[in-house]
């Protein structure tokens, strides 16, 4: 069987740099970085939060939001996604203060 060849490539999210290998065209694989980069980018500025561990953290529970609602194109991050921003960073922050 052949084996779908495996391509190396480096994207940069949230000012990180990574080096990804994936399968097929890498164009998907910069496509998925730079989706992931960009709702990053609107939490840190919705919520004033530096710490990229909560911003990673909060950006990948909307996302994770956005595929169970299965929808397509993503909620603008208007007052209602700030409050609901605000209500997620508190219990990020219980969470990581009992931890």
């Known amino acids: 069987m052949d084996r ?3 391509h190396l490539i480096q994207v940069e999210i ?9 399968e ?8 998925l970085a730079g989706y992931v980069d960009k709702r990053m980018r609107e939490v840190a500025d919705a919520t ?3 710490d990229s561990l909560k911003v990673a953290i909060l950006a990948a529970l909307n996302i994770a939001d ?3 609602r299965d ?7 208007g007052a ?3 409050e609901r921003l605000a209500r997620l960073i508190e219990v990020l922050d219980r969470s ?4």
Not at 24 to 31: A, H, V
Not at 96 to 99: T, V
């Open 71 to 77: 929808r397509r194109v993503p909620a603008p991050a």
């Open 4 to 6: 779908p060849s495996s």
């Open 14 to 22: 949230f000012g990180q740099s990574y080096n990804l290998r994936g």
């Open 48 to 50: 004033g939060t530096v």
């Open 96 to 99: 990581l203060a009992e931890a």
């Open 80 to 82: 209602a996604g700030g």
């Open 66 to 68: 956005e595929a169970r």
């Open 24 to 31: 097929g065209d890498t164009s998907y694989l910069q496509e």
